[in-house]
Nanobody, 125 residues
Framework: QVQLVESGGGLVQAGGSLRLSCAASGRTFSSYAMGWFRQAPGKEREFVAANNWSGGSTYYADSVTGRFTISRDNAKNTVYLQMNSLKAEDTANYYC??????????????????WGQGTQVTVSS
């Protein structure tokens, strides 16, 4: 069992930055692919970013490429999402995700094994 706890959300003006953190419990953190998804009101949850167990491979949704950066520190059991140049359309509840399957690699909504509780990001225009 893995527990994920997100932090770092908040209110920011368009063009600003935020860094989300996700702390994971358990001793097998380094064996999971980790990712971030988001869900805006009235919309489906969507993929944002993911990295593999070592952090050496990263993946991004087209909408955030060049603005967001995912990273992880396996020694601290933590994954991060640095969000720069934020836009109003980035407003959503952001969820941390863990996936044991190296093929889907925390990029496929239906394949996620563990979810965090979410942290709200609001970008004012």
């Amino acid at each position: 069992q893995v527990q994920l706890v997100e932090s770092g959300g908040g209110l920011v003006q368009a063009g600003g930055s935020l860094r989300l953190s996700c702390a994971a419990s358990g001793r097998t953190f380094s064996s999971y692919a980790m990712g971030w998804f988001r869900q805006a009101p009235g919309k489906e949850r969507e993929f944002v970013a993911a990295n593999n167990w070592s952090g050496g491979s990263t993946y991004y949704a087209d909408s955030v490429t060049g603005r967001f950066t995912i990273s992880r520190d396996n020694a601290k059991n933590t994954v991060y999402l640095q969000m720069n140049s934020l836009k109003a359309e980035d407003t959503a509840n952001y969820y941390c995700a863990a996936d044991t399957n190296r093929v889907t690699g925390a990029r496929v909504l239906g394949a996620i094994d563990y979810w965090g509780q979410g942290t709200q990001v609001t970008v004012s225009s």
